[in-house]
Nanobody, 115 residues
Framework: QVQLVESGGALVQPGGSLRLSCVVS????????MGWYRQAPGKSRDLVADVTTGSSTNYADSVKGRFTISRDNAKNTVYLQMNSLKPEDTAVYYC?????????WGQGTQVTVSS
């Protein structure tokens, strides 16, 4: 049974930084395309960033230049470094793993950007 567990969400002031982590267990991490999605209240769950098995990255326009996704295959972990946070970044952030027909999600971690 593959499990994804996120951590690192918090309340942070505008302009601050956070690093989210997602640990994957029960599967072969190196095979997964990993991504971070977010969902604000009343809105759809949208892609923030993803990283392929070859470490190619892709970002939503709204976070380019502020967020960085990375993966550590030795630790079965994907990270999302978030800098220059804005109130509109407030959302529940979800980790996602995909390989073939497998499409798994974590439980989410809350990020709130507010003064």
């Amino acid at each position: 049974q593959v499990q994804l567990v996120e951590s690192g969400g918090a309340l942070v002031q505008p302009g601050g930084s956070l690093r989210l982590s997602c640990v994957v267990s029960g599967g072969i991490f190196g095979l997964y395309k990993m991504g971070w999605y977010r969902q604000a209240p009343g809105k759809s769950r949208d892609l923030v960033a993803d990283v392929t098995t070859g470490s190619s990255t892709n970002y939503a326009d709204s976070v380019k230049g502020r967020f960085t996704i990375s993966r550590d295959n030795a630790k079965n972990t994907v990270y999302l470094q978030m800098n220059s946070l804005k109130p509109e970044d407030t959302a529940v952030y979800y980790c996602n793993a995909r390989f073939g027909t497998y499409n798994g999600w974590g439980q989410g971690t809350q990020v709130t950007v507010s003064s």
